[in-house]
């Protein structure tokens, strides 16, 4: 097959594709968030942080099923917590 050029469409960098469900796809997301933030589009950065939210989402679902993003959010709230107290103990 032959390789063409990467024609920019939403993003400048190129982009591998990822599969949903999969660490892939969260990856892709986040080359996306971080292309957009390149290109400082603040709109599209908003876009693909839900797209990396629901990519995260679809992971739990099949990697993890019955862990929610409120699990998440909890863990983060509690790692926050840490942080702001200075320790982890």
């Known amino acids: 097959m032959e390789s063409t050029p990467h ?19 969260i990856g892709e997301e986040f080359s996306e968030l971080c292309d957009a933030a390149n290109q400082g589009v ?5 876009v693909e942080l839900a797209d990396l939210y ?4 679809s992971y739990l679902l099949n990697k993890h099923p019955g862990t929610t993003m409120e699990d998440l959010a ?13 320790h982890r103990a």
């Open 7 to 25: 024609q920019p469409g939403y993003h400048i960098a190129p982009i591998p594709r990822g599969v949903l469900g999969e660490l892939s796809k």
């Open 42 to 46: 603040r709109v599209m950065e908003l």
């Open 54 to 57: 629901g990519a995260i989402e």
């Open 74 to 86: 909890a863990m983060s709230a509690v790692t926050k917590r840490a942080f702001q107290n200075g």
